[in-house]
C-alpha cells in the first residue's frame, strides 16, 4: 500500500497561474503541438531561424553542393536550426539520433525537364508523422500555370496538418516570366497565409521588403535564390531580417560556397547575433583561412 499522502503547503494560492502570448506573430491560436513544433524552428529566445535548404535533389537532382550530402552537407547541420530537405534524403542519408527539427518537402511531381508548376502532394502525412518532423513544405506557383492546382495542394496539407499539430510551410516559387516585384510577393505571401500557411517562405526584394512581411501575417524566412558573393548573400540576410524577415530557408548559398563553414557560421551571427554585415563577413573569411591551414 502506498503511503497516505499528506496534502501539503504548495498550493501558492497568491500566484496567478501563467497565460502566456506565443511568440511568433499570427500563431497564437495554434494548438500545442502546432506551437512546439514551431517553438523547435524557431529558437523562442529571438524568434528566428536558420533553415538549411537542401530539398533541392527533388526536382533538379544532384544538384552542385548536394551530390554528397553525407560528406558535404552533415557537418554544417549543428550550425543551422532546422534542415529542409526531402523524406529520401532524411531516410537514407541523416540519422535518426539528430535532435534537430525537420522541415519535409511534401510537394513534387515534375522535373526541370517539364512544367514545374504542375506539382501535387507528394507525400502522406502519416509519413510526416513517422518521421517526427517540425513542418512540411510545399511550392505555391501563384500566377504560374497550375496555380489553383498548387493553391488548393497547399490547403489540403494545411489541413492535414491541423489535423495533426504539423505547421505547414508554403513556398511561393516564381515563375520565369514574373517579376520579383514586391508588389507580386505581397500578393504571393498573402494569398498563402490568407489560405492557412503557418510559415511563408519567400524572395528577399531590394525595395519594399518590408511592405511583404508587414502585410503577410504569419513568419516570413527567406530562400537564398541564386549563389552570389557571399558578402552580398550576408547583406541580404541581414536586410532580411531587419526588415521584418524571422529568418532564412537558405541553401545554395551556403553549400555553393567556397567555405560552407563560413556561411553558415556567419548566417548564425547575422540571424542570432545580430552582426552587421561586414562583421560576418570577416568571420566568414576566418573560419575559410582556418580551414585552409
Ligand atoms: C527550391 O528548390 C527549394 O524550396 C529550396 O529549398 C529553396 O529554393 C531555397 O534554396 P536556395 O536558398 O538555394 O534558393
Known amino acids: 500500500m502506498p503511503e497516505e499522502d499528506k496534502e501539503g503547503r504548495n498550493y501558492h494560492v497568491e500566484k496567478k497561474a501563467k497565460s502566456e502570448l506565443f511568440y511568433l506573430k499570427g500563431s497564437n491560436e495554434l494548438g500545442w503541438g502546432m506551437k512546439n513544433r514551431l517553438a523547435r524552428v524557431f529558437n523562442p529566445k529571438d524568434g528566428r531561424t536558420i533553415m538549411l535548404a537542401i530539398d533541392h535533389g527533388y526536382f533538379q537532382g544532384p544538384t552542385t553542393g548536394l551530390e554528397r550530402i553525407d560528406v558535404d552537407i552533415m557537418p554544417l547541420v549543428p550550425y543551422a536550426d532546422t534542415l529542409m530537405l526531402t523524406r529520401g534524403i532524411l531516410r537514407t542519408i541523416v540519422p535518426p539520433s539528430i535532435t534537430k527539427p525537420i522541415m519535409v518537402r511534401a510537394s513534387g511531381g515534375p522535373s526541370i525537364l517539364k512544367e514545374l508548376s504542375n506539382e501535387e502532394i507528394a507525400m502522406d502525412i ?14 505555391v506557383f501563384i500566377g504560374g500555370e497550375f496555380e489553383s492546382r498548387s493553391v488548393v495542394n497547399m490547403t489540403k496539407l494545411v489541413d492535414s496538418g491541423l489535423r495533426y499539430g504539423i505547421p505547414t510551410m508554403a513556398v511561393t516559387a516564381v515563375g520565369r ?10 500578393l504571393a505571401t498573402r494569398i498563402c497565409a490568407e489560405l492557412g500557411a503557418h510559415i511563408v517562405k519567400t524572395y528577399y526584394t531590394e525595395e519594399g521588403f518590408e511592405t511583404i512581411t508587414a502585410t503577410c501575417p ?10 552570389r558573393p557571399e558578402m552580398d ?3 541580404m ?6 526588415q521584418g524577415a524571422a529568418g532564412v530557408d537558405m541553401g545554395r548559398n551556403i553549400f555553393q560556397s567556397d567555405s560552407p563553414h563560413g556561411m553558415m557560421q556567419a548566417i548564425n551571427a547575422v540571424v542570432h547575433g545580430n552582426a552587421k554585415p561586414k562583421e560576418a563577413f570577416d568571420l566568414y573569411k576566418q573560419v575559410k583561412s582556418e580551414e585552409q591551414k
Open 177 to 186: 516570366e514574373m517579376a520579383r516585384t514586391p508588389k507580386y510577393f505581397r
Open 218 to 227: 504569419v513568419p516570413i524566412v527567406i530562400a537564398g535564390g541564386k549563389k
Open 237 to 242: 540576410a541581414y536586410r532580411a531580417i531587419d
Open 126 to 139: 502519416e509519413d510526416a508523422i513517422r518521421l517526427g518532423v517540425c513542418g512540411t513544405a510545399i511550392q
Open 233 to 235: 548573400a550576408l547583406e
